[in-house]
């Protein structure tokens, strides 16, 4: 378990390395094309390296999961990276676990461990410590993206998990990243600037995110989403805003002191206790 939950952990690693590739790579103020390329090449890889056709009955929990999952979520992800700084970007993301376990004890009736509750406070907590940083930068509509982006995010782990089958890993993967695409490619035409021309570097952005971020990165999300507890793989999540702030201060020289740093210990230790509070305890 303890493996499979360190490989699932690479998913937001590689995330939280999302928002400074879109703010020093990609073309600026494209969120609907950003998500597009993302998502469409990412689907078309997954379903060439894995050809399956789901069941007629599968089709509306694939169609509802890649809205979710993928062309809402990516949409908010991207406007809130093009408005907040790296760490900030991913801050409010701190609150996917509360919801998770908010959502399993209205859906499902189980109430959540006190110690998980108690742990995922703290998370929201230390991501406060963040948010209130000095050197923060605000902007309403990054923030509202961010949070909604999480709640989005949340539902879709939660039916995911409520909707797998014994669809192939890889096809379950692609087929979401893949509709998601179809659906974003329309708005990306109509919404955003045109994208005239495409530079080396904005190349590399695109195809680092999609063959990286979300071809290999959502495989093995969904793959821990079959296996580990919904609580456990939404406080992973976390470990998304502490890769964004981490690699804002080594790239970019982003300042984490104080009540910055305090905050990105507590988040650590929250993700930390969550893992071990919902770990499957082995009997006798």
Known sequence: MALLILVTAIAPALWGTTYIVTTELLPPDRPFIAACLRLLPAGIILLLIRRHLPLRSEWPHIIILATLNFA????????????LPGGLAAVLGAIQPLLMMFLIWLVDGRKPAHIALIASIFGVV???????????????????????????????????????????????????????????????????????????????????????????????????????SPVAISSLGLLSPISAVIIGWMVLGESITGLALAGLITVLASVLTVQWVMAPKKSG
Do not use: E
């Open 72 to 83: 809402i979520f990516h949409v908010l992800l991207f406007t809130a990276a093009y408005r």
């Open 126 to 228: 230390g991501m406060a410590a963040l948010l209130l940083s000095p050197n923060s930068t605000w902007d309403f509509i990054g923030i509202a993206a961010a949070a909604t982006g999480a709640v989005f995010m949340t539902c879709g782990i939660f039916l995911a998990r409520k909707w797998r089958t014994d669809m192939p890993l890889l096809a379950f993967t692609g087929w979401q990243l893949f509709i998601a695409g179809i659906l974003l490619a329309p708005l990306a035409w109509f919404i955003d600037p045109p994208l005239l021309q495409l530079t080396t570097k904005n190349i590399l952005g695109y195809g680092y995110l999609s063959i990286l971020g979300t071809a290999l990165a959502y495989t093995l999300w969904f793959n821990g989403i079959a296996k580990i």
